[in-house]
């Protein structure tokens, strides 16, 4: 998946954000920790995702 290939509303899993935004998942969650990356949203009580753009608007500040 590609920046160009987003839907332009809704919500991305983990691998799916990890293959636009490649950095280790370790490196991920600590930076959502440290508010470098986004806050993630609950859909359910297992279920955890970023909306899209969300990750759109990180993509673009880096540059990707």
Not at 49 to 55: E, F, L, S, Y
């Amino acid at each position: 998946m590609t920046q160009t290939q987003l839907s332009q509303t809704g919500f991305l899993r983990l691998p799916e954000v990890l293959k636009l935004f490649p950095v280790s998942k370790s490196t991920w969650w600590t930076g959502v920790k440290s508010g470098t990356y986004p806050k993630p949203v609950k859909l359910s009580s297992n279920i955890t995702a970023w909306r899209v753009d969300d990750i759109r608007t990180l993509i673009n500040s880096y540059g990707i």
